[in-house]
């Protein structure tokens, strides 16, 4: 075999100390007084609760639902009873509570339903993923991302190569290791159900030259297969999902893309065993391999824990030695995580607990200052250079830091192994990045916040122009009313006409009722403006600061500002309330107008009562023909008069809505132009803006490019013709 | 005389070319950048909490181009806003305007104890971010996605019922803090207990 | 009973800053042994004198600056800044110019820049700077090695102190002195031909009677560093192989007037240069690329001043006028990260 292997830059070799936890089989850990399941075990949202206080529940029974499409669902463990659903303790570097299912377990450990698919092959790709992401799968080796959304690529995608990553390059841990020299045919299996689901051009094995053992039982396992197991050289962080990547296959995952994307797909060992029992044997994920470590730790060796076991029970049971450890750490030396309580429970992600005594692991050195060794340029997996991140990170310029790639880091800590400075390099970084996400997340909010100010203002102006508009349409109708009432009265006798006296318009009153609050808020804001500026004199006086005298003039006009505005908010006031009282009494007396208040109305209905009793006279008087009646005569004279009365009224009409429309013109003319144009020029204004966030937001080779353009450009130019109105108007 | 003529000749000639040399360059590397209050406006946390004197974010920052106002009013944004401003208006640093007890430089939330909430719409109406639901007589709640924390709700309230807290921590929202630094022994000691 | 909670890594290396510095104080031992041997006691009592002012300036400062001093004492960064100082300095020179480099190099090169890791430039080479235009005759008086034509014997251990500490008329020293490889190749190439032949320090020699003695021991503590990892070969390589070829490019045009380039290379001071002074990691390139150039833009300035200068050495000029460069090369020779098409070059836009 002699395929080519890609050396990544940088790594390391710390002390692999992996014997001590090889010596034993793989051991079943008791199951412990009380399991502790969080809701989020992984990456994505956290699983909704299914089952309540008091259920009883079954081994492998679904207790919290996947909410979402990065979340998977969580499987009782064992059989027993929920005791709480409350806040505990889990492994997060914020010691942060999570949600969590307390389960009391009852011992007999029953399974519920399971069901095994005994030919896979014959079922849609589609319900296999499913029955994986049923299953409550998540990579077993890191991040714990959901396995089902990694094995569902996208149609169209070709995978060129599957790889089984079975590197485990962290000191200390052996999980993998022994998982694969007791199991490797199940292994295998599941490796080839991916297979069968992603259908790679060739199906690799990474794994290190370590691990003798396990490679030769790789060996066995894949004879009649076409899985090829590769070999590579012990170098810390070669395990890294894209560093594995480079290393078969010389591809480079593009910064912020996704494997897929170079046509590689790679999985953890225990997942493809886990996606082996999901299958074949119907049962999801409850339990894992973990690795009890360290020199603290009797008997070090691998124990098949069930999910939610508290840390404590399972390190009580391995013997670990509490008084002797310096500290717990959940995972690896080199990537693994503090525990700040020993009650966490062990995860889907939990492959190791390492209790380290002083002298294995001693207390970290005091901090010393960067020298500029450049001894972490040289280790790192990434091709970054931590040191100027370190400085970056340190000083706060996350620009800078952002531009030297921080978001690459992979946080595996060969800089900080090899720091001769004991700088906690990888502490700064995940500073660094939070706070990049942070600023990030702020400046969403912000744009957020500001596009629904934006949106309330043009409502709340929405608003108020339209009521505006109101009051305008009620004024003019006022005016017609009045032109109506000429006309009404110059067509018909003034008994006819049905005019009333308008009302001093409850319109008025509210008007200066808004007036006065408005008032009120600019005296408040200019006498608020006028406090600041005379705090702002008090202190420059105290600092005997030479503005002085501009300060006082200063607050001498705003002052006489404030006083004005105050003056002028007391006038509205009594206005508004003078007005005010004086409307109901003013509301009774229309009650004269007997059908409607519209002048124009009222003639119409005139003119259509005359020619309809016109037309009705003119009736009668046929029918009085035909039958030759004998008050032909007077007929005729009636409805002679009746049309008569029907023409005038018409020709009133006519003429009332002439002058109406005359009248409507001379308002027009005498109200400002200016302010419909100055709204026109600004809704113009703001389309040309949105047009060209909008373009600014496309690429260039996009389709729609050329017409965001056209559009963009000629909204920019209505809003230029509008500025131009407007100017013109202005002069005028 | 005609050294002196060339040399007024010289120095005219050179005005006119350097003169029309930075005329081309103002017109050909003209930039159109966003006006200036634009920028301003980005740099503010849009809280639109009217501390700063102004009737929100937009007219502070209008006010802070016109240069009728001074860089260090908003107390949301804090120093680095400040620090931000300064960069990008060419100003020197000047240290919040503030009272220190109303500087908090952790986000904040309003939160509407609701029990007591009589559902009278002021807040609603103060809102300049519309973050807070209810209606007449309904009990009234905060979106808290939506809220920047502005205060301005809390003032309208006839039964005082509204309160700013400090936005809760969460595990997607927590950071890691900064390392303590050169001479400091990196991290803390937790307690446990021994149950083997 | 409690745990630690802190980040990960757990596991470290167990190289440490004071191990540094210790080793490339140990590197320097071959060439100490041998100025010792060529040059008498001065060298060595100029070390241990040295240090002992620099431990004592630096306590000062960082007592004034509020700082742990164990703590930054520990480092051993002031001993090796004395250390390199006192090898470069004439080993008959008078006690208060070692006095007045290392205060000058402790006190304003290095803490008022912030100490440790925060200097922009080599503070021994700051120092030897200041000495060298401050005061040019002490500087420049160089005894000849012992091994040179009509010389003797180098001072003995009383001989030395006494010309140190000053207890002796300064003319006896004037006596003895003569001027060094480099200087009287300086004087005479390219104009005086029977003189540069006929000078001693030149005779039977390869790069001055002594000196390729001085800068092999200097090349051997060297490759020592970089067995030991503490520094890697880029510099001393990129910076000797670019002297070396430019010295070979004009040798080759014109024998008379410039030196060869093995003379060049193993005379003065390049070899303590290449691996003790360039390689100063604070004030030196750290990316691969970086160094490269940072070394072979040392080497090539070493080589103009040498040739067309007004000093006689340039290893100190070289270097500082690089450090001064040294984030600009950064900048632009930053590697490519994984994942990126191309390396990121110059800073950011803000």
Redesign the interface.
């Known amino acids: 075999m002699s395929r080519q292997i890609w050396d990544i830059p940088g790594g390391i070799h710390p002390a692999q100390n992996k014997i001590q936890s090889l010596q034993t089989e793989i051991t079943r850990a008791d199951i412990p007084a009380e399991l502790v399941i969080p809701t989020q075990q992984h990456i994505g949202a956290p699983a909704k609760p299914c089952v309540e206080v008091g259920d009883k529940v079954l081994k492998g029974q679904v207790i919290a639902e996947g909410n979402g499409f990065v979340s998977l669902p969580v499987h009782a463990p064992t059989s027993g009873e929920v005791i709480a659903i409350e806040s505990r303790p889990i492994q997060h570097p914020s010691q942060i509570d999570g949600v969590c299912i307390v389960l009391k377990p009852d011992s007999n450990d029953t399974w519920g339903a399971r069901h095994p698919i005994d030919n896979y092959q014959s079922l849609e790709r589609n319900d296999v993923i499913d029955a994986i992401r049923n299953a409550g799968i998540a990579g077993m080796g890191g991040a714990g991302f959901p396995s089902a959304i990694k094995l569902g690529i996208k149609p169209g995608t070709k995978i060129e190569q599957l790889i089984l990553n079975s590197v485990e390059c962290e000191p200390y841990i052996t999980a993998d290791d022994k998982l694969i020299q007791e199991r490797a045919d199940e292994i295998i299996a599941g490796l080839e159900i991916m297979q069968w689901l992603v259908n790679p051009q060739e199906t690799l094995i990474g794994i290190e030259d370590n691990k003798p053992d396990a490679i030769a039982a790789f060996k066995k396992a894949t004879a009649n297969n076409n899985i090829e197991v590769v070999v590579v050289p012990t170098k810390y962080p070669s395990g890294g999902e894209k560093q594995l990547i480079y290393m078969l296959t010389g591809k480079e995952v593009s910064s912020g893309g996704l494997p897929s994307d170079v046509g590689v797909i790679c999985q953890n060992t225990g997942t493809a065993y886990a996606i082996n029992r999901a299958i074949h044997h119907g049962e999801p994920l409850v339990s894992r391999i973990t690795t009890v470590t360290g020199d603290a730790v009797k008997h070090k060796g691998n124990y098949e824990v069930l999910l939610g076991t508290p840390v404590d029970a399972l390190l009580a049971q391995a013997g670990a030695d509490m008084s002797a450890a310096s500290r717990l750490i959940m995972g690896g030396p080199m990537m693994g995580f503090s525990i700040h309580d020993a009650s966490v429970p062990v995860v889907k992600v939990t492959n190791c607990l390492l209790a380290p005594t002083t002298e294995e692991i001693p207390v970290p050195a005091q901090e010393q200052a960067c020298i500029r060794c450049g001894s972490c340029a040289q280790v790192c997996p990434a091709g970054l250079l931590p040191q100027q991140l370190y400085w970056f990170s340190k000083s706060n310029e996350l620009e800078k830091a952002e531009h030297f790639n921080l978001a690459d880091c992979i946080e595996c800590g060969a800089c900080s192994f090899v720091c001769p400075s004991n700088i906690p390099l990888v502490q700064y970084f995940r500073f660094g990045k939070g706070q990049i996400r942070k600023h990030k997340s702020e400046t969403i909010k912000a744009d957020h916040a500001r596009e629904r100010f934006e949106f309330r203002q043009a409502r709340l102006e929405k608003e108020e122009r339209e009521k505006e508009q109101k009051r305008k349409a009620r004024a003019e109708a006022a005016a017609k009313k009045q032109a109506a009432k000429k006309a009404a009265a110059l067509a018909n006798p003034p008994s006819d006409a049905s005019g009333s006296p308008t009302t001093p318009g409850t319109d008025d009153v509210a008007d200066t009722a808004s007036n006065a609050t408005k008032l009120k808020s600019a005296w408040a804001s200019a006498t608020k403006r006028w406090k600041d500026a005379e705090k702002a004199l008090t202190i420059a006086e105290k600092n005997g600061s030479d503005q002085l005298e501009a300060f006082q003039k200063k607050v001498d006009q705003l002052k006489a500002k404030a006083e004005k505005t105050k003056a002028l908010y007391e006038d509205a006031k009594t206005s508004a309330a003078s007005t005010s009282p004086s409307s109901p009494s003013a509301s009774p007396s229309p009650a004269v107008a007997p059908v409607s208040n519209d002048p124009m109305v009222q003639l119409k209905q005139a003119s259509a009562d005359n020619f309809k009793a016109w037309k009705d006279a003119q009736k009668k008087t046929q029918e009085a023909e035909a039958n030759s009646a004998d008050n032909l005569e007077a007929l005729r004279e009636e409805e002679a008069t009746l049309k008569a009365k029907s023409d005038a009224s018409k020709a009133a009409m006519k003429e009332a809505r002439a002058k109406e429309k005359e009248a409507m013109q001379a308002k027009k003319a005498t109200e400002d132009p200016t302010k419909q144009l100055k709204l026109d020029a600004a809704i113009a204004r703001t389309k040309a803006k949105k047009a060209l966030k909008a373009l600014n937001s496309l690429d260039d080779d996009h389709a729609s490019h050329a017409a965001l353009k056209a559009a963009y450009e000629k909204a920019l130019a209505t809003a230029d013709n509008a500025d131009a109105a407007l100017k013109a108007a202005e002069e005028a | 005389m005609t050294d002196d003529l060339s040399a007024v000749f010289s120095l005219v000639s050179m005005a006119v070319l350097f003169g029309s040399a930075l005329g081309y360059a103002a017109v050909k590397f003209a930039t159109d950048d966003d006006p200036i209050a634009d920028q301003v406006?980005a740099l503010?946390?849009?809280?639109?909490c009217g501390q700063c004197?102004h009737?929100?974010?937009?007219p502070y920052a209008e006010a802070v181009a016109n240069d009728e106002d001074e860089i260090n009013k908003c107390i949301p944004g804090g120093e680095d806003t400040i620090h931000a401003m300064a960069?990008l208006l060419g100003k020197d640093f000047i240290p919040l305007d503030a009272e220190e007890s109303d500087v908090v430089d952790v986000p904040m939330v309003a939160y509407i104890r609701e029990d007591e909430c009589i559902g009278c719409t002021k807040c609603i109406q103060a809102c300049?971010?519309?973050?807070i639901l209810g209606a007449a007589k309904q009990m009234h709640t905060v979106i808290v996605d939506?809220c920047?924390g502005c205060d301005l709700c809390v003032e309208p309230c006839p039964v005082d019922c509204i309160d700013i807290i400090p936005e809760k921590?969460?595990?997607t929202?927590?950071?890691?803090?900064?390392?303590?630094?050169?001479?400091?022994?990196?991290?803390?000691?937790?307690?446990?207990?021994?149950?083997? | 009973m409690s745990v630690l909670h802190v980040t990960s890594p757990h596991v470290r290396k167990p190289m440490t800053t004071n191990a540094v510095m210790r080793h490339v104080i140990y590197g320097t031992i071959p060439g100490l042994a041998v100025l010792t041997l060529l040059f008498g006691w001065g060298t060595l009592i100029n070390v241990v004198f040295g240090s002992l002012v620099a431990v004592a300036a630096e306590a000062l400062v960082l007592r004034l600056r509020n700082r742990p001093i164990l703590f930054s004492i520990k480092d051993g960064s002031a001993i090796l800044t004395a250390v390199l100082l006192a090898l470069a300095i004439p080993p008959t020179s008078p006690w208060w110019i070692t006095v007045v480099g290392i205060l000058f190099a402790i006190v304003i090169a290095k803490q008022l820049y912030g100490g440790l890791g925060s200097n922009p430039f080599n503070p021994a080479m700051i120092g030897y700077v200041l000495l060298l235009i401050s005061f040019p005759l002490e500087m420049t008086t160089w005894i000849p090695a012992n091994l040179t034509e009509g010389v003797a014997a180098s001072p003995s251990f009383s001989q030395s102190l006494a010309l140190i500490f000053g207890s002796v008329d300064r003319t006896v020293i004037d006596g003895i002195t003569m001027a060094t490889p480099l200087d009287t190749f300086k004087t005479y190439a390219g104009n005086d031909l029977d003189m540069l032949r006929s000078a001693s320090v030149l005779q039977g020699s390869i790069a001055g009677v002594g000196w390729e003695w001085v800068n092999i021991a200097f090349l051997v503590g060297g490759l020592y560093l970089v067995a030991r990892k503490i520094i890697t070969w880029h510099i001393p390589v990129a910076m000797v192989t670019s002297l070396f070829l430019l010295a070979g490019l004009f040798y080759i045009i014109d024998p008379d007037s410039y030196a060869d380039p093995i003379f060049h290379v193993l005379g003065g001071g390049t070899m303590l240069g290449a691996f003790f002074i360039a390689t100063d990691p604070v004030t030196a390139a750290t990316s691969n690329k970086g160094k490269l150039i940072y070394g072979a833009l040392i080497g090539l300035l070493i080589y103009v001043i040498r040739a067309w200068g007004g000093y006689p050495d340039a290893v100190a000029f070289a270097v500082l006028l690089l450090n001064l460069c040294a984030p600009t090369i950064e900048y632009y020779t930053q590697p490519r990260a994984y994942g990126h098409k191309k390396a990121n070059s110059g800073i950011a836009k803000s």
């Open positions: 406006d503010l946390p849009q809280t639109q004197g009737p929100g974010c937009r960069d300049p971010m519309d973050a939506e920047t921590v969460t595990h929202t927590w950071a890691w803090p900064q390392p303590d630094g050169v001479g400091i022994t990196p991290g803390q000691l937790i307690p446990v207990r021994n149950i083997a």
